[in-house]
């Protein structure tokens, strides 16, 4: 693949289960080199709650609550904690390793991603926007075991006036990886809460307060509701200034195709999609 071109798929709002296979069937396509460099924007049809990669469903996750709300819960193929999907923009970049444009490092790749979106958020004229560092990340006193994504800013990820606005995971394959991430246009924290399980009262009170004290979202920051299709462009404004190179949108290819059907029905069949 010529690491001149980039691939872009604007993607509507979606099914969970879709997105997920969606994304790990670009990564897989990249990976046997039948894939180009891709940004990929997308969106989420109805409330849903991902889960990272190796997260333990039946010890982190309410699955009667999320009955209950009729939230149905899907797998990520990246790591992290568990994120409930409902107003947000979620980017993924899928790139070959090795890759010009990166370097061959996962926090080194992170880095590149976090400096592109910045350059999306400039369009928004948002001010206090922070990637966090390694010295941010070590002064919190959050708890690892927690199971919320956004109760806690890992390394790279994005706050602004010190509250995540961006949550990302990244996998690494033997050529190939991928890294999405969220953008919260708004947030319902205390329904992210009440689907997810915990050790003692203790922890469930602070998780419920780190979401509401350490999260913001577009509409609080910019006093505003926004369509997800004005968001979508900051990013790929953002990202073709980051990344140079030729730029063209399209869909998945055969392969590609191939790989997300296989993906979708293996999900639907496993622990994937919880509530219909």
Known sequence: MDENNWRVILDPLGDGAINMAKDRAILIACNEGEAPATLRLYGWKKPTLSIGYSQNMSKNINLESCKQNRIPVVRRFTGGRALLHQYELTYSVVAPIPHKAFPDSLRGAFEKISQAILESLKLAKIEGVKVVGKKDRESSLEPKRFPACFSL???????????????SAQRRLRSAFLQHGSLILDMNPQLTHTLLKYPSEFDSQAVLNSLILKTTTLK??????????????????????????????????????????????SQVKKEGTVVA
């Open 153 to 167: 800013a890992n390394h790279c990820e994005i706050t602004v006036k010190g509250k995540k606005l961006i949550g």
């Open 220 to 265: 609080q920051i910019l006093k505003k509701d926004l369509e997800h299709y004005e968001v979508a462009q900051w990013f790929l404004k953002g990202f073709q200034k980051s990344f140079s190179g030729n730029w063209s949108e399209g869909q998945l290819n055969v392969k590609e195709s191939d790989f997300f059907e296989s993906f979708l029905t």
